[in-house]
């Protein structure tokens, strides 16, 4: 049984930092890319951030060089590190993972706001 679980979102004020986490379980982390989408109110989800199983890094205009994306395949955890955050970053963010259908967690909320 896939599970993806999310945690680390909060209440931040903009400019500040939060690095959020998702562990994975029932799949073999390590084999596949990973992703991270975020849903912000009255908007579609959209994908954030991208890693590769070698590390390739891909990220949407929005975030590039705020963002980071990482993962530690050992522990099967998926990171996001988001720094200099705004209020337009208010979103709830999901870790994915495609295999023939996409699988979600069920989110943290990050709130930028002063």
């Known amino acids: 049984q896939v599970q993806l679980v999310e945690s680390g979102g909060g209440l931040v004020q903009p400019g500040g930092s939060l690095r959020l986490s998702c562990a994975a379980s029932g799949f073999i982390f390590g084999w596949y890319d990973l992703n991270w989408y975020r849903q912000a109110p009255g908007k579609e989800r959209e994908l954030v951030a991208q890693?590769?199983?070698?590390?390739?890094?891909k990220y949407d205009d929005s975030v590039k060089g705020r963002f980071t994306i990482a993962r530690d395949d050992a522990h099967s955890t998926l990171y996001l590190q988001m720094n200099n955050l705004n209020t337009e970053d208010t979103a709830v963010y999901y870790c994915?993972?495609?295999?023939?259908?996409?699988?979600w967690g069920k989110g943290t909320l990050v709130t930028v706001s002063s």
């Open positions: 890693v590769t199983t070698l590390r390739a890094t």
């Open positions: 994915n993972w495609r295999f023939g259908m996409n699988y």
